[in-house]
Nanobody
Framework: QVQLVESGGGLVQPGGSLILSCSASGDIFSISAMGWYRQAPGKQREFLAFITNVGNSKYADSVKGRFTISRDNTTSTSFLQIDSLKPEDTAVYSC???????????????WGQGTQVTVSS
């Protein structure tokens, strides 16, 4: 079993910044990629960014320049820094990880429960 736990969400004023964390634990031999998504009320889940185990990253066009993804392979943790927060960034932010349990195992996809980010004055 693999567990992903997000943290760092909360109520933030417009223009503020936030750093979300996603910690992975459990039967993990390696994590090939970690990603972040969000889902606002009444909307579909939206891809934000992912980062590979060697640090290559990709962002959705809608968040380039304001969102920064990073990871610490020693602690199996990914981070999502969000700058210049806007009310439309209000959503549940969830992390995703593609993990391998052993050197011979196929990759498997895992999701965290999500953390609420509310941007409001």
């Amino acid at each position: 079993q693999v567990q992903l736990v997000e943290s760092g969400g909360g109520l933030v004023q417009p223009g503020g910044s936030l750093i979300l964390s996603c910690s992975a634990s459990g039967d993990i031999f390696s994590i090939s990629a970690m990603g972040w998504y969000r889902q606002a009320p009444g909307k579909q889940r939206e891809f934000l960014a992912f980062i590979t185990n060697v640090g290559n990253s990709k962002y959705a066009d809608s968040v380039k320049g304001r969102f920064t993804i990073s990871r610490d392979n020693t602690t199996s943790t990914s981070f999502l820094q969000i700058d210049s927060l806007k009310p439309e960034d209000t959503a549940v932010y969830s992390c995703n990880a593609l993990t391998v349990a052993t050197i011979h195992s196929p990759p498997s996809d895992h999701w965290g429960q999500g953390t609420q980010v509310t941007v409001s004055s």
